[in-house]
């Protein structure tokens, strides 16, 4: 079966992990998944980009790297909302090498920092941005004073993984 006639199928969580299976760990079929993403058929993009998230949770980091940075570049892009919410959510659970930190925490940030991002998008941003504080500690500051200016008036989601993550800064920080 053809991935294209998979995807096509409902959009239900069925499908979503009929395609994560049929993908497995196979990098080309992982590579003809991230070409349907980056690719104009808007609709395919969006239903091929909510299964990233299903293939994260069997191991993405070896599938993803060779196309980290083009899928990080589609945060800086004009995306629908799902395609940015899934590479996000996707970014939390991936090691992201050293190359690509500075542009990650570029486009999370800016993420973060837009009030007209959708709550999920900018949470998951959030978090991407915590792990990176994981490993270069001296932005702890920095992502403690947005999530902090942010917090006041925010959707409870936004104020749940923000209180959580400036609790974990506040540990940092000490």
Same mark, same amino acid.
């Given at each position: 079966?053809?991935?294209?006639?998979?995807? @096509?199928?409902?959009?239900?969580?069925?499908?979503?992990?009929?395609?994560?299976?049929?993908?497995?760990?196979?990098?080309?079929?992982?590579?003809?998944?991230?070409?349907?993403?980056?690719?104009?058929?808007?609709?395919?993009?969006?239903?091929?980009?909510?299964?990233?998230?299903?293939?994260?949770?069997?191991?993405?980091?070896?599938?993803? @790297?060779?196309?980290?940075?083009?899928?990080?570049?589609?945060?800086?892009?004009?995306?629908?909302?799902?395609?940015?919410?899934?590479?996000?959510?996707?970014? @939390?659970?991936?090691?992201?090498?050293?190359?690509?930190?500075?542009?990650?925490?570029?486009?999370?940030?800016?993420?973060?920092?837009?009030?007209? *991002?959708?709550?999920?998008?900018?949470?998951?941003?959030?978090?991407?941005?915590?792990?990176?504080?994981?490993? *270069?500690?001296?932005?702890?500051?920095?992502?403690?004073?947005?999530? *902090?200016?942010?917090?006041?008036?925010?959707?409870?989601?936004?104020?749940?993984?923000?209180?959580?993550?400036?609790?974990?800064?506040?540990?940092?920080?000490?």
């Amino acid at each position: 079966m053809h991935l294209l006639t998979i995807l @096509q199928k409902e959009r239900s969580k069925k499908t979503c992990i009929e395609v994560a299976d049929f993908i497995g760990n196979s990098p080309e079929r992982f590579a003809e998944l991230i070409e349907i993403i980056i690719g104009k058929d808007l609709d395919m993009a969006n239903r091929a980009a909510w299964v990233i998230p299903s293939i994260a949770d069997k191991n993405i980091d070896k599938l993803i @790297q060779p196309y980290l940075k083009t899928v990080i570049e589609l945060l800086n892009k004009p995306v629908h909302d799902a395609i940015k919410r899934n590479v996000v959510r996707m970014l @939390q659970f991936t090691t992201i090498p050293k190359k690509l930190q500075g542009i990650t925490l570029e486009y999370c940030f800016q993420l973060l920092n837009n009030p007209k *991002e959708a709550v999920a998008i900018r949470v998951f941003a959030m978090t991407v941005l915590y792990n990176l504080t994981l490993q *270069e500690p001296d932005l702890a500051h920095e992502l403690y004073d947005c999530i *902090e200016m942010h917090l006041h008036g925010a959707l409870p989601g936004y104020k749940s993984r923000g209180g959580k993550i400036l609790k974990a800064l506040s540990k940092m920080k000490s």
